[in-house]
């Protein structure tokens, strides 16, 4: 379509129509709803739709086919229905259908179950990040701009006919009147799996609410297509980023509320940067991943400074949810809000904008009955949730909701549930706004559930080692130490076998070094070994010092009491004092295989072997670690030979030298 | 009140200036500018004898005919400077005082920004809020 043809040419009566740029969009963006075919012409059924949800009077709608010229023509060309939009606007707005009419200065059309404040304020607030250099911002409030930004609208043509298959609008949304569409976009939104046009198509045909929607956002789609493209984002994924968000930004509000896709997205970008979604992303890394956006750097500042709400330097995966967004809308062509949205707020500092929840959420109230079932489960799940901040928001909603405790409750679930879209969890309904009735009528008996969710967290982070056993045998006041060993051994044994039983590091030092080394190895014992290790002294004596320390012996053994299968075998063990000198040299045998083979166990195996099968599973670690620590040993005496060495050569060169210096005065003499 | 409202960096050069009355700003300027050898002076005193606890707050710098200056320093040897008109007397210490709290505060937000680099001059919004609603509200 040639703009300047359609702009010159609008209308039968040739008058120029001058069409804002907000206006542009949205009859660009009901021009493709209505899938104009390759001539232009518009589909008569889609038209005819759209004219009645116009709510205007069959007349009036005669006159304005009639004046456009539609009917002359017999069909929609892109002028005829620009100005038939032109005219319906007028109608609505209360002059008469009349082309002089159409020179007005008119708000966007009205379609039915939609507001006219909001495409307002949106056409409004964007400004010309259109990239193209040639448009003047907005203010904010004055729709009226300079007129027939052709240049804009030329490319906003190109666009329109380029990328038919624009994402179709995210359904969540604040403002009351979609909440039907949003209500029955539900189900489509779970569709979305890059297939936008498909559904746009399919919610076309679910409802008209839903057409008049698309309508409406798809405007806004072109708008922020143009602007993206231009911007021309570096990310990865970015051109499908703006596909999925370019459809958000539909009202004052809508822009800044995270869909589900958008979370995902947001998800997967914050996996990347960081895999523990609990965690939080340090301030450098977010800044050299948010400069990928291109965006100035005033403006990341400034973005920072809104979504870092607790002001800790570093984001969690909210706030990086927030900024993420804000950069997506700033790219997108919004400008940067002073002050946080209220549906990307985290949900713990809601306090200003609890205000323009109200008249939102009055509205649902009526409409939303059907969707019950549905985000019922949902709601409960969120509200179980978000109980903890329930306390902290309560008494900030407390003051602005008009209604009582129920409107405080509503309040603060669909401001939760703000959050909890924003909290990453993805089986939210995309309206949460819309769930407030139930919300009401559920939350109250919900309200002081516990938090599941918190509760498996709690859980998840408990310590694995469970608390100790208790000894089934205990044949003296050792039983004390042995559940200590036990304790000791038990985190050991599920930590991987990390720490060694106490009894058992000083082992190789003792094979290689000498008896004080058993020494110390009692001293490396804790104190609860007192009375092991004052037994194994007594066993030492018998028992001679290269057999691998008793006590170290001993440790297997208890490391065998820290594993409750083989109570019975160690309670045995130790229900045999007697026997221990020579289990202990038994253990050698069957353990310390690296330090030779000990003397001749004569000793009854049966009762060791029942311990060999139990302590089996430890042995090989056991030698694991001690052949590391030998190693270890090994080194260290390296080591210290080494530094003797070289202490010596030290001194052999301090003599040199010495020598040196008594013959240098000789040499000129 | 204030009228003036100034960080200095270290290096005493300024981070952010403000006045209210905008066309006599050059006069501030020269005034918070003079008002850092006071500063200078009260930190270098003040150091010496009591190490690390030296105060943040350096209190009135100097009283002129029109109007007086306080300061504040941190412990990065960034520099508050607020000038507030002498005839508001009504303004008592612990609100000067408040009011430094605030701009560090806000400050120490600003450095946590990883976009700001340190020794920029700042340009955040937040910050700009609240030195606004510190500054005299005439025009």
Not at chain 1, 126 to 150: F, H, L, N
Not at chain 1, 468 to 489: C, E, I, V, Y
Not at chain 2, 61 to 71: A, H, I, S
């Amino acid at each position: 379509m040639d703009p300047e043809s359609v702009v010159a040419s609008a209308g039968a009566g040739g008058s120029f129509i001058s069409l804002n740029e907000p206006e542009q969009r949205y009859y660009s963006g009901l021009h493709s709803l209505c899938q104009a075919d390759a001539s232009g012409t518009l589909s008569s059924s889609k038209v005819a739709e759209l004219f009645k949800a116009s709510q205007l009077p069959p007349e009036s709608l005669h006159k304005v086919t009639e004046l456009c010229g539609a009917k002359r023509l017999g069909y929609f060309g892109t002028p005829q229905f620009f100005v038939a939009l032109k005219l319906l606007a007028a109608a609505q707005s209360g002059l008469p259908v009349h082309l002089e009419s159409v020179t007005a200065n008119l708000p966007l059309p009205r379609f039915v179950g939609l507001k006219n404040e909001p495409e307002m304020r949106y056409s409004a607030v964007p400004p010309s990040i259109d990239g193209q250099g040639a448009q003047c911002v907005s203010a904010p409030g004055s729709v009226c701009r300079t007129p027939a930004d052709r240049s804009t609208f030329r490319h906003l043509e190109a666009k329109v006919e380029k990328k038919e298959p624009w994402s179709p609008p995210r359904s969540p949304s604040s403002s009351p009147p979609r909440s039907p569409l949003i209500y029955r976009g539900y189900p489509y939104t779970k569709k979305r799996n890059g297939a936008d046009s498909q559904i746009a198509y399919e919610s076309k045909h679910s409802s008209r609410p839903i057409v008049l929607l698309e309508q409406h956002s798809s405007p806004s789609n072109h708008g922020t297509r143009a602007n993206a493209d231009h911007l021309a984002m570096a990310r990865a994924s970015s051109s499908e980023r703006l596909d999925q968000q370019g459809a958000v930004d539909y009202s004052d509000d809508d822009p800044w509320r995270i869909t589900e896709e958008q979370l995902e997205y947001y998800t997967n970008q914050f996996k990347t940067l960081q895999p523990d979604l609990g965690a939080l992303i340090l301030g450098t890394i977010a800044k050299n991943f948010f400069t990928k956006s291109k965006l100035p750097i005033p403006e990341l500042s400034h973005i920072w400074e809104l979504s870092d709400v607790d002001r800790d330097g570093a984001l969690t995966f909210p706030e990086f949810c927030t900024a993420f967004h804000l950069i997506v809308a700033r790219k997108n062509g919004y400008p940067l809000p002073e002050s946080l949205p209220p549906t990307l707020r985290p949900g713990v500092m809601q306090q200003e904008e609890d205000i323009p929840d109200t008249p939102e959420s009055a509205e649902p109230l009526i409409v939303f009955e059907d969707a019950e079932p549905r985000p019922s489960q949902m709601d409960r799940s969120i509200i179980e949730r978000l109980q903890p901040s329930l306390a902290t928001t309560k008494q900030d909603l407390k003051e602005e909701s008009c209604k009582q405790d129920v409107g405080v409750k509503r309040m603060t679930t669909s401001q939760e549930k703000r959050t909890l879209q924003f909290g990453g969890f993805p089986d939210r309904p995309e309206a949460p706004q819309d769930l407030d009735p139930h919300m009401r009528t559920k939350t109250r008996p919900r309200s002081h559930s516990s938090t599941s969710f918190e509760d498996t967290m709690k859980k998840a982070e408990e310590p694995p080692t469970p608390p100790p056993r208790p000894q089934k045998t205990h044949s003296r006041a050792s039983s004390l130490d042995l559940n200590k060993l036990f304790q000791q051994g038990a985190p050991g044994i599920k930590s991987g076998w990390f720490p060694p039983p106490p009894a058992l590091p000083p082992r190789p030092l003792t094979s290689q070094v000498s008896h004080f080394v058993n020494v110390s190895e009692k001293t490396v014992q804790q104190p609860n070994f007192a009375d092991f290790s004052r037994f194994r002294e007594e066993e030492e004596s018998s028992v001679k010092p290269e057999e691998q320390g008793p006590c170290s012996r001993f440790g297997p053994s208890t490391e065998d009491l820290a594993n409750a299968s083989k109570q019975d075998g160690i309670g045995v063990c130790h229900s045999q004092p007697p026997q221990k000198p020579l289990r202990r040299k038994y253990h050698p045998e069957s353990q310390n295989l690296e330090t030779g083979p000990p003397p001749a166990m004569p000793f009854p195996t049966p009762t060791k072997s029942a311990q060999k099968l139990l302590s089996k599973q430890k042995r090989e670690i056991q030698m694991a670690i001690r052949k590391n620590k030998e190693t270890n040993a090994v080194l260290t005496r390296l080591n210290s030979e080494l530094q003797q060495q070289l202490k010596v050569v030290h001194q052999e060169r301090v003599t040199l030298e010495s020598q040196l210096e008594l013959l240098r005065p000789l040499a000129p003499t | 009140m204030a009228v003036c409202i100034a960080v200095i960096a270290k290096e005493n050069y300024p981070l952010y200036i403000r006045s209210v009355p905008t066309q006599n700003e050059l006069k501030f300027h020269y005034t918070v500018h003079t008002s850092l050898d006071v500063v200078e002076e009260k930190i270098s005193a003040v150091g010496k004898s009591l190490g690390d606890q030296r105060e943040l707050y350096l209190g009135l710098l100097y009283p002129t005919e029109d109007y007086k200056v306080y300061g504040y320093v941190t412990n990065s040897k960034v520099k508050f400077v607020i000038v507030v008109d002498s005839s508001n007397t009504s303004l008592r210490d612990n609100e000067i005082r408040s009011m430094f709290r605030k701009l560090h505060n806000s400050f120490t937000d600003v450095m946590c920004n990883p976009f700001h680099n340190p020794g920029d001059t700042i340009q955040s919004k937040a910050f700009d809020g609240i030195v606004s609603g510190m500054m005299v509200q005439t025009g």
